[in-house]
């Protein structure tokens, strides 16, 4: 079975579903924020304020080929993955890629509580989303499929995504 790859927004519900994917299907669960921060030993938080955008991209790139080259995982992608060709290019080739989406007011109402999203340290985090959701969703079309999670429960786009995957049978 192709590797199981979730990109979107953050707040769109990539980990949720990615570890409830990976549980009912008895796969691997990889979350490419978690390896980063086991790797660089701070948080992603500390990364952009210390390191820069920039720096964390890169280093995410490189955890984008070493997880595109594991089986049987589904792969908890970054938020901002997608704004690297390449990086589509390394998940696509052993993956189906599904974009999680929402629209801002959820996602708004999903990030609010969380102190660890370092694009939403602004003034105005409504703003902010529905800038970067402008900018990122010409990036975000690319992937394969695109599910809207806003009005679905957890179940229902796990089994959304089961149906595109073809039910955990090989493809």
């Not at 189906?96 to 102190?115: F, G, H, N, P, W």
């Not at 079309?141 to 073809?166: F, M, P, S, W, Y």
Request: hydrophobic fraction near 35%; glycine fraction near 8%.
């Amino acid at each position: 079975m192709k590797n199981i790859v979730l990109v979107g927004f953050m707040g769109s519900g990539k980990t949720t579903i990615a570890t409830a994917l990976a549980n009912r299907l008895k796969m691997r669960y990889v979350s490419t924020d978690d390896l980063i921060e086991k790797k660089e030993k701070r948080t992603i938080n500390e990364i952009f304020t210390k390191s820069g955008e920039e720096y964390f991209r890169d280093i995410e790139s490189k955890v984008v080929r070493e997880v595109s080259d594991m089986e049987n995982v589904v792969i908890d992608a970054g938020g901002g993955v997608v704004l690297r060709e390449k990086n589509m290019e390394n998940l696509k080739s052993h993956g189906v890629v599904i974009c999680l989406t929402a629209d801002d007011e959820t996602i708004m109402a999903r990030t609010q509580k969380y102190k660890h999203r370092p694009l939403l340290n602004v003034e105005d985090p409504k703003r902010k989303i529905r800038d970067l959701l402008a900018k990122r969703a010409p990036f975000y079309a690319k992937a394969d499929h695109t599910i809207d999670t806003g009005k679905l429960t957890i179940n229902q786009v796990v089994e959304r995504v089961i149906e595109i995957v073809g039910g955990g049978r090989d493809q």
